[in-house]
């Protein structure tokens, strides 16, 4: 069983950056795809970025391309997701979760294990 740990967000202004890390614990996350998802209140859970096994591929959403880069480091059994020039709309809660099916990086059920999610909000 993989667990799964967000840090690294946190209250900042439009235009700063933030990076948010995801740790593993309980098994090596060098098996499965990571994604990042993000929910605000009010509203559903939507796709942000993935990352391969391997690190070879990246995938992120349209509104994200150009601004957020996510990454691994399977030594040290993390992920992280650089976010920069955030927006207002980037405000809630994120989410970092793995899976082993690259083809379904987009929808919640390609992923197996889930973190608690950290918090990031931006004031405009």
Do not use: H
Request: proline share 2%.
């Amino acid at each position: 069983q993989v667990q799964l740990v967000e840090s690294g967000g946190g209250l900042v202004q439009a235009g700063d950056s933030l990076r948010l890390s995801c740790a593993a614990s309980g098994g090596t996350l060098s098996r499965y795809s990571i994604g990042w998802f993000r929910q605000a209140p009010g509203k559903e859970r939507d796709f942000v970025a993935a990352i391969i096994w391997s690190g070879d591929s990246t995938d992120y959403a349209d509104s994200m391309k150009g601004r957020f880069t996510i990454s691994r480091d399977n030594a040290k059994n993390t992920v992280s997701l650089q976010m920069n020039s955030l927006k207002p709309e980037d405000t809630a809660v994120y989410y970092c979760a793995a899976g082993q099916t690259w083809r379904r990086r987009y929808y919640i059920s390609g992923y197996e294990y889930w973190g608690q999610g950290t918090q990031v909000t931006v004031s405009s």
